[in-house]
């Protein structure tokens, strides 16, 4: 069976105020993560920059991976490959997140699956920039 995001979860994800870490967020203002995780940051959430590279990004210190981000996390927003989505879904587990939001094309139906049991909220397929505007988020 396959996901299907729930809007009340997307509504209490993105109002909210909460910390994301955002998997794949570099310095690149090419990338569209640079620019999604700047959106996310005006709705009023914490952004935790987390790629290999550890860049400082919009001001906020990076991290290469999710076991070293101290403190909790409330979103783990997945900006890779879907082929590497999983892994990132298995490390929010393992961090005790309370959510993973797969972006615009990341679709992992497992890891989605390995999410909800082990007690995560999903948000899979979609974007914050898209979703909050239809909410009045925006």
Same mark, same amino acid.
């Given at each position: ?11 209490? %994800?993105?109002? =909210? ?25 005006? %709705? ?5 920059? !987390? ?14 991976? %999710? ?6 996390? =409330?979103?783990? =927003? ?9 892994? !990132? !879904? =298995? ?14 094309? @990341?679709? *992992? ?7 909800? *049991?082990?007690?995560? *909220? @999903? ?11 239809? %909410?009045?988020?925006?």
């Amino acid at each position: 069976m396959s996901h299907v995001n729930d809007r009340a979860v997307i509504k209490r %994800l993105l109002s =909210d105020r909460g910390r994301w870490a955002v998997v794949g967020l570099s310095a690149n203002s090419e990338r569209t993560a640079f620019g999604i995780a700047e959106y996310v940051a005006d %709705l009023g959430h914490e952004i935790v920059p !987390v790629h290999p590279r550890a860049e400082t990004v919009h001001g906020r210190q990076g991290y290469p991976d %999710l076991a070293s981000v101290p403190g909790e996390i =409330d979103v783990v =927003d997945i900006f890779v490959n879907s082929r590497l989505a999983g892994a !990132v !879904v =298995d490390d929010a587990i393992a961090k005790g997140a309370k959510a993973v939001w797969m972006q615009k094309g @990341v679709i *992992d139906e497992a890891a989605a699956q390995r999410a909800k *049991d082990a007690g995560l *909220d @999903v948000v899979m397929n979609t974007c914050p920039a898209i979703e909050a505007p239809t %909410l009045g988020l925006a």
